[in-house]
Structure formats: structure tokens, C-alpha cells
């Protein structure tokens, strides 16, 4: 065991003098040590269970005969970093996450690990850091919250924002936005629509990383309680295997979380942690071409929030991730391993689909491709991404003037102050992966648009979009303005197109204008210290996952 070089032998007395302090006995030291990274805080929805949650594995880790060690990781709020500094910290937090992970595993030689991430950047954060020290680990993820009610409708935290929107175009009143502002978000768990967080931990089951149906089990549910603790036993029987990350994580494993990304429509944030998680893993080649290749190919099957009215609640009762799985036939690679010890093929033998107007069958699709599109042109020569899943067909092409910005507090107050116009076409830059730095968000903006009703408008961005985002935004568009992308060119009344079905963006600019205007631009300057400063100097471009080198 790995966890022999701090406990046998005569030389390893002192680290044994330790580790008894912390209640071992002798018959401790024959057992695998597990190591449970748990990003449980108080201020994340997604996570404030989940101190509750770990009991449970360490009682199925102890009931196997293993040895438990908690430690904590960080956790960011997006909702409640969004639209200020904050949520320049969002995504860079996904790095410090995968360092944690791999820091406190080869520093203390765990045989095994426990995952129990939720939220957006925790989940993709300790995969990663998981694939770096490749140690057998299972993933428990949180779970969805529940949904909100409000006038007997579902309710959300989009509904929340979107309100604020209502609020400023006369459609709302502020007791209404703060009687929804009490009821849309009512427990525990990950926010309740197919938006980044539930996305990744439906990529994560459909990896194999983790047990058939906790994708889509709720938080502080029984369901979800058991889960945890059959993983708690599970994570010993990886380790007698000798079952790791790399024997899961196949080329084949990510080709089918993209899959299954498409089928659903999920959030455009996994060209971004699908990407990254690739990157720790030798011989994987994931970029976005791959992304567009398989859309292409694989059809959008669920319409789930904030695409359209069904729930993950939805989702979970049609059979959830596996029914998905099952759905998608032979674009699929079953013979997959996964941590139950079995391929996919194997998981799959008694589920079905039990809801088809949920999981909608190959036959009948939403969309007959799937629900990520990757744009290229002069604009974007590296890639930009759209939630395609969550445009209106009458949406899928724009053609109009720019309104430019050089922030997402620009354009936020532009639109509360009704600056922006049916037929315009928004652009935010400088909010890239360096720009921002940190990639942000750009959930109030979009939401803000929604509510007020304002449909016929695009907004482009060398940042990033909610998973929660709906309508035609394009983000991740690379190279970033801080890198002379040609989005640091455009000015206010550049004609700009957008076709989501033919993948394309471009403005009405040769590239010599492109190239001229490119010499002229002068970058608006960066006030950044501490992490943030590293971070911009070592990030790459949301092209390659935003990761770090």
C-alpha cells in the first residue's frame, strides 16, 4: 500500500507517533488510509450538507475496513460571487482545488480518495487533481437542491435574476422579486436547473467516476445518503483492485461525456472543465473540434431548466444519467470501465428509460444535433461556444451593429439603463481567462436582458456565460482581447453575424482592417496582486480549457 512509506518499518516510528495521536491503534496500520477531500462551507448551498453527507462514507469506508481522513478544500459560490470581484475568483479556484487534492494526497500517501465535490469549479477541481496523483477515487457528488415554488410555477436562482430584469422594465414589483427572492432557492444542494454544477456531475457519472445515479439524487435525501455510503465501501475495493483514474479515464470515457454533454444540452462550461480535466490525463486529446464533431453527431434529448420546464427531479425520475446512457445506443462506447468494477455495458442491463417525454428517444429528438455549438470566424479563429440547446430557432441568426464594452459593470449598467436595443449585438471583452482575469460570468447581464424581455439581442464574450444562461450568447471566443484576439478590434456599429447552424461568427472587417486596428489598440490596464496576478500570468486560453502552465 502507498500508505506503507508513513506507517511500517522501524523508521517510520515518529510519523506512527502522529498518526496515533490522531486515535490509531495497531490494527489501524494494516488498513488502506483513504482520504476524503470534502469541500463542505457554510456559505455554498451546494455544500452546506455536506458534513452530513461524509459521515456516511467514512461509515461505509470503516464497514470495508479502511481507515478515513478527512481534509477540506475551498468552495466559490457563483451565484453569490457574481457581478462584482468576486467571481474573478470563481474559475482560478478550480486550480487551487486540484492542488489541494494532489498536495494533501502525496503528502500524506492515501491509498485511496474520496471526492464530495457540488458546485461548478469543485467538481472538475478534484477530478483533476485526482487524475494528477492517479491514486483509485470515487466521486460522491452533493446533489441538486429542489425547486423553488412561486405562483405555483417552478422557481429558481435564474428566476431570481431574471426578476431583478422584470423589476427594472416595470414588469415586476420589488415586494414581488422579494417574495420570489424567499422561495427560489428553499434548501441544500446544487442550483436545481441543468446549469454548470449539475453538469459536471452528470459528465462525472457518465466518466464512470462515480455510482449510477448520483448525478441526479438530491441533496439530503435518503437515496443520496446511501449512495455515499455504498462509495465509502466501493473506494476499498478500488484500492484492492488497484482500479485508478487512468484505467477509467479513457479517450473513450471523455468521448462519451461529451456525449451525453450534447444529449442534455448542459452547460458551455464544460468546453472549459472537460478540457482541463483532459489535460491531467497522458495521452487524452480533447479540444473544442472535438466537441463540434460530436455534436454534429449526437442529438439533444432532455429539455431541462433553463432550456426549457423539466427539472433535474425530472431527469432523476425518467432514470436519470444511466436511462440517458441507455438512451444514446451505440453512440456510446459501453464497454467503458467504471468504479462499480463493471463497464457501462454491465450498469445498463435492467435500466430503462421511463419517461420518453423527458429523455426524448433518438428517434424523436429536441433538436435533431446537439446542444453545444462551436462558432469560428474572423471574430473567433480559435472557437467560441453557445449553449445551442437554449436558443430560440428565430435566434439562431443575428446580424446587427456592435455595442462594445470593455467590462462586465459597463454593460450591466448600460442595460439597466435601457441603452441596449432590439437588434444590437453586445460585446463584453477584456473578461477573459488574462483579461479579467478570471473568466466571470456574465449571468446578470443575460438575465437581466431576459427579464426585461429584450429577445432579439446577441451578446459575445471573451469571458464566459452562466450555465444558467439562455439565448444567443456566445462566449469562451478565443484568443481573448487581452491577447490581440480580433475582439479588441471591434468598434461601436461594426456590422457582426452570427450563425449558430452554420457554426460561424464573424464582422464585416478584412483582416487587414483587423490587423491595422490591432496595432492601434491600447489595453485598459489591470489592477491585480496576490493569486489573481500569478494566475494571469500562467493561465491559457479558454481555447485549451483556460488551464494552467
Request: overall charge negative.
Given at each position: 500500500m502507498k500508505s506503507d512509506s508513513v506507517k511500517k518499518g522501524i523508521q517510520r516510528?515518529?510519523?506512527?507517533?502522529?498518526?496515533?495521536?490522531?486515535?490509531?491503534?495497531?490494527?489501524?496500520?494494516?488498513?488502506?488510509?483513504?482520504g476524503i477531500a470534502n469541500s463542505f462551507t457554510d456559505i455554498v448551498p451546494g455544500h452546506i450538507h455536506l458534513r452530513e453527507l461524509v459521515e456516511f462514507v467514512k461509515e461505509g469506508i470503516v464497514a470495508a475496513g479502511g481507515i478515513p481522513f478527512e481534509f477540506d478544500t475551498m468552495a466559490v459560490?457563483?451565484?453569490?460571487?457574481?457581478?462584482?470581484?468576486?467571481?474573478?475568483?470563481?474559475?482560478?479556484?478550480?486550480?487551487?482545488?486540484?492542488?489541494?487534492?494532489?498536495?494533501?494526497?502525496?503528502?500524506?500517501?492515501?491509498?485511496?480518495?474520496?471526492?464530495?465535490?457540488s458546485c461548478d469549479k469543485v467538481v472538475p477541481g478534484m477530478i483533476m487533481g485526482a487524475a494528477r496523483v492517479n491514486v483509485p477515487s470515487i466521486v460522491v457528488t452533493g446533489g441538486p437542491m429542489a425547486s423553488g415554488e412561486y405562483n405555483g410555477k417552478p422557481a429558481d436562482l435564474i428566476t431570481v435574476f431574471e426578476a431583478v430584469g422584470a423589476y427594472s422594465a416595470g414588469k415586476m414589483t420589488e415586494e414581488e422579486v422579494t417574495e420570489l427572492e424567499k422561495c427560489a432557492c428553499p434548501g441544500a444542494g446544487s442550483c436545481s436547473g441543468l446549469f454548470t454544477a449539475n453538469t459536471m456531475a452528470c459528465?462525472?457519472?457518465?466518466?464512470?467516476l462515480s455510482l449510477p445515479t448520483c448525478a441526479t439524487t438530491h441533496a439530503r435525501t435518503e437515496e443520496n445518503n446511501q449512495i455515499a455510503f455504498e462509495s465509502g465501501k466501493q473506494i476499498i475495493k478500488l484500492v484492492e483492485d488497484d482500479i485508478k483514474p487512468s484505467d477509467i479515464l479513457t479517450q473513450e470515457a471523455f468521448n462519451n461525456a461529451i456525449a451525453v454533454d450534447m444529449a442534455l444540452g448542459g452547460s458551455s462550461n464544460t468546453a472549459?472543465?472537460?478540457?482541463?480535466?483532459?489535460?491531467?490525463?497522458?495521452?487524452?486529446?480533447?479540444?473544442?473540434?472535438?466537441?463540434?464533431?460530436?455534436?454534429?453527431?449526437?442529438?439533444?434529448?432532455?429539455?431541462?431548466?433553463?432550456?426549457?420546464?423539466?427539472?433535474?427531479?425530472?431527469?432523476h425520475l425518467a432514470g436519470g444519467i444511466q436511462a440517458v446512457l441507455k438512451t444514446l445506443g451505440d453512440k456510446i462506447d459501453t464497454n467503458q470501465l467504471t468504479v462499480t468494477g463493471k463497464t457501462i455495458a454491465e450498469n445498463l442491463e435492467s435500466v430503462e428509460n421511463k419517461n420518453t417525454d423527458v429523455i426524448h428517444t433518438l428517434d424523436n429528438p429536441v433538436h435533431k444535433d446537439g446542444g453545444i455549438a462551436i462558432l469560428k470566424g474572423n471574430l473567433a479563429p480559435n472557437g467560441s461556444v453557445v449553449k445551442?440547446?437554449?436558443?430560440?430557432?428565430?435566434?439562431?441568426?443575428l446580424k446587427g451593429p456592435a455595442k462594445v464594452y470593455d467590462s462586465e459593470e459597463d454593460v450591466t449598467k448600460a442595460i439597466f439603463?435601457?441603452?441596449?436595443?432590439?437588434?444590437?449585438?453586445?460585446?463584453?471583452?477584456?473578461?477573459?481567462?488574462?483579461?479579467?482575469?478570471?473568466?466571470?460570468?456574465?449571468?446578470?447581464?443575460?438575465?437581466?436582458?431576459?427579464?426585461?424581455?429584450?429577445?432579439?439581442?446577441?451578446?459575445?464574450?471573451d469571458g464566459r456565460f452562466s450555465g444558467g444562461t439562455r439565448g444567443p450568447c456566445i462566449g469562451h471566443v478565443s484568443p481573448e482581447a487581452r491577447e490581440d484576439g480580433p475582439i479588441a478590434a471591434i468598434q461601436n456599429g461594426d456590422i457582426i453575424e452570427i450563425d449558430i447552424e452554420n457554426r460561424s461568427i464573424s464582422v464585416e472587417l478584412s483582416d487587414e482592417e483587423i490587423e491595422a486596428r490591432l496595432k492601434e489598440v491600447k489595453h485598459p490596464e489591470s489592477d491585480v496582486s496576490g493569486w489573481l496576478a500569478l494566475y494571469q500570468k500562467l493561465v491559457h486560453s479558454a481555447d485549451t480549457g483556460a488551464i494552467l502552465r
Open positions: 516510528a515518529p510519523h506512527r507517533s502522529l498518526l496515533r495521536a490522531c486515535g490509531l491503534d495497531d490494527d489501524d496500520f494494516k488498513k488502506p488510509f483513504i459560490c457563483d451565484g453569490i460571487s457574481m457581478n462584482h470581484e468576486g467571481m474573478k475568483y470563481s474559475l482560478p479556484s478550480r486550480e487551487i482545488i486540484a492542488a489541494t487534492v494532489e498536495s494533501m494526497t502525496k503528502g500524506h500517501a492515501f491509498d485511496g480518495l474520496v471526492l464530495i465535490p459528465i462525472t457519472e457518465t466518466f464512470g472549459l472543465h472537460i478540457p482541463a480535466i483532459a489535460s491531467e490525463v497522458d495521452g487524452i486529446d480533447v479540444d473544442l473540434e472535438l466537441f463540434d464533431e460530436i455534436s454534429r453527431n449526437v442529438p439533444h434529448i432532455a429539455l431541462i431548466s433553463p432550456a426549457g420546464e423539466d427539472s433535474m427531479m425530472d431527469l445551442k440547446g437554449a436558443v430560440a430557432d428565430n435566434l439562431m441568426h439603463d435601457h441603452e441596449i436595443e432590439e437588434g444590437d449585438i453586445v460585446v463584453i471583452r477584456y473578461e477573459g481567462p488574462k483579461g479579467g482575469p478570471g473568466m466571470r460570468e456574465m449571468l446578470n447581464p443575460t438575465s437581466a436582458l431576459a427579464g426585461m424581455n429584450i429577445k432579439d439581442v446577441g451578446l459575445i464574450t
